[in-house]
């Protein structure tokens, strides 16, 4: 069975794998979507949304810490951000590939 | 001219190329097997098909030309010459009809087999091969992808149909262009009528292929929503120029209340109907059913899923599928519902068909509704999304804490509530003056979140009515502190 997955998933895993010092950061789009191409060329049974409409659809849910301009995302008060996106982050065998050195 | 008598718009009339050309094809046929929607499954007598729903989005798209040919002199045509515009209301037409003609077999159901999105778009890519295409396509790929069937009909649409499209004088990149709202970025000024059209099919808010969907769903499955005065909405229809000197599609503001009545179509289909919890459970089923089928017709193929996407691909459609099996050759020509069906019945035991043809299924949902979800889960905030990275698995665990259960016999379906309608770009004509509507409702640009839902199915085990109501009383107790745990930290 094919699943589809959305950018916010891969976005909350970059938002959880930076530095916990960062109150700020930008993830451009590029980056968001680097990763979701390598999800889908390891694993046939698993498509990213992943454009502007899928990425803006997980700012609406963080509009106090999240605008989208120009294809990067800006987030702010990342302390509070954190523990918010945890329920975001793709199942552990996404995951798990995500963590993998090649990508 | 022929005329076609259709229940839902009356008669609609047809010029005698557009028959030769396009609808009296094996390809365009196809769509009568083809169903609309998923939904029959709870509403037996949505048996409309993709045939006559392409024959409405070509009605209502010739309702809007019609409106739009009464004011273009006097607009001195927007910029551009008559002879242009009727190539482009013609081009616009067929585009309308063939906008859903590789539509895969039982609608959205399989349509992510086709391939990734960036395969898709690399066969597009290059079977246009265009420079200005290649890069608006990028673009539209990275702002707002089109779906998978849109790639594969856009795809079908310029290889299949160029003939007819050459005969008829059409620019087929610019068909292509409508059917993947893939706008002209690049030429962008010389190309403003062009994007008007292209949003008046795949726009983002009221196009023709959504007017016809709002009123065609809701007359074939009975269901009651407001009704939608559609002469009203098309002739509420203009270009103006915008606030950057651009043509766009604007509606008289007078009209909102019926473009809300078709926004609200789409958001009552999305919370009662599509997701459903038998049509989720249907859907998964059918999935389940037809990648057991490909196994058993491809046994060398390692994975179920490349076995299932040999029959769900574009070959599939536009040629024949021959499959050798046991001194047998099964042969498929442009493979729809039926064919699926007449291969599903080719494999024995293959017990997801037996329940899904039979309807005897073995799984319920614990809870069918999201409503009935925040009833049993009450300190639940019902506003926030429920996705959770965490739910198959607590879930899991806790139903399996006491050896009753197996993972295998839970089914964890998540299903997804989308707005995708965009309504920065819609534009009203507030007395003579073209305006965005969010200009005058800045909150609606926040209210695009998704929402997510999960339904948890377990085995019914013969169980009756009363017994099934105690059984899901009990699990329901047991999951609360699981959910608790998820969404009330």
């Known amino acids: 069975m094919i699943t589809v997955i959305e950018s916010s998933e891969i976005i909350s895993y970059i938002i959880l794998q930076a530095e916990m010092s960062l109150m700020t950061m930008e993830v451009p789009y590029r980056k968001i979507k680097t990763y979701a191409k390598y999800i889908e060329s390891k694993r046939e049974d698993i498509r990213v949304e992943c454009d502007y409409i899928s990425i803006d659809a997980f700012r609406c849910r963080f509009k106090q810490n999240m605008k989208f301009e120009n294809g990067t995302i800006y987030i702010r008060d990342m302390q509070t951000l954190r523990p918010e996106v945890r329920r975001y982050l793709p199942s552990a065998d996404i995951t798990a590939i995500l963590n993998s050195e090649d990508i | 001219m022929k005329r076609i008598l259709d229940t839902v718009h009356g008669y609609i009339m047809i010029n005698d190329e557009l028959f030769y050309h396009i609808i009296d094809t ?79 077999p039982f609608s959205h159901t399989f349509e992510e087999y086709y391939g990734t999105k960036d395969d898709l778009s690399a066969f597009l890519r290059k079977e246009v091969h265009n420079a200005n295409f290649t890069s608006d396509l990028h673009y539209t790929n990275e702002t707002d992808a089109p779906n998978y069937h849109e790639y594969m009909s856009a795809y079908v649409a310029h290889k299949e149909f160029a003939n007819g499209m050459r005969a008829m004088q059409l620019d087929s990149e610019f068909v292509v262009r409508m059917i993947t709202g893939v706008y002209y970025n690049k030429e962008k000024s010389t190309h403003q009528i062009h994007n008007c059209l292209i949003s008046l099919l795949h726009g983002k808010i009221i196009d023709a292929d959504r007017l016809d969907y709002a009123c065609r769903d809701v007359w074939a499955s009975g269901y009651s929503t407001s009704s939608i005065d559609l002469r009203r909405l098309v002739s509420a229809i203009h270009f103006e120029k915008n606030s950057d000197n651009e043509y766009v599609v604007c509606f008289e503001s007078n009209s909102l209340n019926e473009i809300e009545g078709v926004l609200n179509v789409k958001d009552f289909q999305q919370k009662y109907v599509i997701h459903h919890h038998v049509i ?56 729809s519902d039926d064919d699926l069906v007449f291969l599903l019945k080719q494999v024995p035991d293959n017990s997801y068909y037996a329940q899904w043809a039979s309807r005897k299924f073995t799984h319920g949902a614990l809870w069918k509704s999201r409503d009935e979800f925040f009833h049993y889960f009450p300190g639940v905030d019902v506003t ?72 948890v199915y377990l085995p019914k085990s013969n169980m009756d009515r009363a017994a099934w109501c105690s059984y899901k009383k009990r699990i329901i107790e047991k999951l609360k502190p699981v959910i608790a745990s998820l969404y009330t930290k």
């Open chain 2, 280 to 335: 989720a459970y249907e859907q998964w089923l059918l999935v389940q059913a037809v990648e057991t089928m490909a196994k058993y017709m491809y046994p060398t193929i390692q994975s179920s899923i490349e076995a299932t996407r040999k029959i769900i691909s574009k070959e599939a459609i536009l040629k024949k599928l021959k499959i050798h099996k046991k001194n047998k050759e099964l042969v498929v020509q442009n493979i």
């Open chain 2, 384 to 455: 926030k999304d429920l996705k959770h990275a965490d739910f198959d698995h607590d879930v899991i665990e806790a139903l399996c804490a006491d050896g009753t259960l197996t993972k295998s016999d839970i089914i964890i379906i998540p299903r997804e509530f989308k707005k995708k309608v965009r309504l920065e770009s819609l534009y009203l004509l507030v007395s003579n003056e073209v305006v965005r509507y969010t200009d005058i409702h800045h909150d609606a640009i926040d209210a695009l979140e998704n929402q997510t839902f999960y339904y």
């Open chain 2, 26 to 104: 094996k390809l365009f046929q196809r769509l009568r097997r083809i169903e609309q929607t998923s939904i029959r499954s709870v509403y037996p007598s949505a048996r409309h098909d993709r045939f006559i729903h392409s024959l409405g989005v070509y009605h209502i798209g010739s309702l809007i030309v019609d409106h739009l040919k009464k004011e273009m002199s006097a607009k001195n045509y927007w910029g551009e010459n008559e002879t242009t515009m009727m190539v482009l209301y013609k081009s616009y037409l067929v585009a309308c009809l063939l906008h859903d003609i590789a539509h895969a």
